[in-house]
């Protein structure tokens, strides 16, 4: 690791807030990078990473937007810029929106970064090595009309983008992460979002970076009394797509939706966590998971409901549905409940399988090829997460997964 020590090194040696880096890398040096031997990393395939490949960058590089990044800046009424995890550009402000730069090293949570993650090796990279935390926030009382775009490019070898969203009291906002780049690249970013009481956030991340990527995400969700979460998580690209998605729901009345979904193609290996943490009464969650693999691909989901003693008439659902498209591809399903309150209600559901034969018949003796009937019924898979996007969006992510789709071999079994 000394490559990427030693560029880590002179990296927190040039920022003002050295010190906190320096306990945050100490920390993660104590720690180490996870091995199969525990059980949240089972599944990853950390014998291909290679840390002292990767070094830090001191400075941005920039590079030209893709044609998919240039059709979402044309959709967006604020766009801001992140580059190898700087913020380089928070675009034309609106009223009742500021964009700011804070390198407090602070969470959302009301502790450091290194308290909050303290147990998380890849997120103490990100506190020691993000070159700061891009903090959106939204006045109380504020209606945000057009989708805020945060634009993540990635051309160094590591980026580690940080991002904060705050919503005051009865705002409400839509949000786009969008993450491309990343060609050999270890790209981790962690973001945070804070909702006061009635506010509501529409919230789409969208990862297409290359398929040589390693890609580590981790967002959570802090929701007061009555505020709405509405989260779509999109993977597409990267070797390794892992995204941790966490929703702690503080406040009586506070609802979160999540949805996610991928599309594997390759060797890809595309794993996601979740965690809907009920703490006060009369909380809500839904959480849909669903993704499709090909090739020798494989997906990972692991979910967790966790509702605390206290918090009474919680309703929680969380279903995953993993569909296989070649005999070779794999998906694991791990739905799990931790209940410590009775007057609650809770389901999870999972399933793993290849394309409805019955259906595709159906389809074929209506004229249709069965190669056009396969990606009939595998955009039909997914429309079901696209229809929740806003309309701004959802008309060209769904044109940008049929794309990839076409793309994609599937094999009957």
Not at 311 to 337: E, G
Request: aromatic content about 6%.
């Amino acid at each position: 690791m000394n490559a990427f020590a030693d560029s880590a090194s002179t990296f927190i040696d040039n920022r003002p807030d050295a010190a906190a880096r320096r306990r945050a890398w100490l920390l993660f040096e104590e720690t180490g990078l996870p091995t199969t031997s525990d059980e949240v990393w089972r599944y990853a395939p950390l014998g291909d990473l290679v840390i002292d490949r990767f070094s830090v960058p001191d400075a941005p590089t920039t590079q030209p937007d893709s044609e998919f990044a240039t059709k979402l800046r044309q959709r967006a009424g604020v766009v801001v810029r992140v580059v190898d995890g700087f913020c380089v550009s928070t675009g034309e402000m609106v009223e009742g929106l500021t964009v700011e730069i804070d390198e407090t090293g602070d969470s959302l949570s009301g502790e450091t970064l290194l308290q909050r993650y303290e147990s998380d090796s890849f997120a103490l990279l990100n506190a020691a090595l993000a070159p700061g935390t891009t903090v959106l926030r939204v006045a109380a009382g504020v209606n945000l009309a057009q989708p805020i775009v945060v634009l993540n490019e990635s051309s160094a070898a590591a980026s580690f983008p940080r991002t904060q969203i705050v919503l005051g009291r009865g705002a409400s906002a839509t949000v786009v992460e969008y993450f491309e780049g990343g060609a050999d690249a270890l790209v981790v970013p962690v973001s945070e979002y804070r909702l006061e009481d009635n506010a509501s956030l529409g919230l789409i991340t969208y990862q297409r970076l290359d398929a040589s990527a390693w890609h580590v995400a981790r967002t959570t969700g802090f929701l007061a009394r009555d505020a709405r979460l509405h989260q779509a998580v999109v993977g597409l690209g990267a070797h390794y797509d892992r995204a941790r998605n966490d929703a702690e729901l503080l406040g009586a009345g506070a609802s979160n939706e999540l949805r996610t979904t991928f599309l594997g193609s390759g060797n890809q290996v595309h794993d996601f966590r979740t965690r809907q943490y009920h703490v006060a009464p009369r909380t809500t969650s839904t959480l849909l998971s669903k993704g499709a693999v090909a090739d020798e691909s494989r997906s990972v989901y692991t979910g967790l409901i966790e509702i605390e003693k206290g918090a009474k008439r919680t309703d929680a659902r969380q279903t995953n549905h993993n569909l296989l498209l070649s005999p070779q591809a794999h998906a694991d399903s791990v739905p799990n409940l931790d209940i410590r309150e009775n007057d609650v209600v809770c389901a999870h559901a999972s399933s793993v399988g290849p394309l409805d034969e019955l259906q595709r018949w159906y389809l074929e003796s209506r004229g249709v090829s069965r190669e056009d009937a396969q990606r009939l019924l595998i955009q039909g898979f997914f429309y079901e997460m696209l229809s929740a996007l806003p309309p701004e969006l959802a008309e060209l992510v769904e044109s940008d997964v049929a794309s990839v789709l076409a793309s994609v071999d599937v094999v009957s079994t």
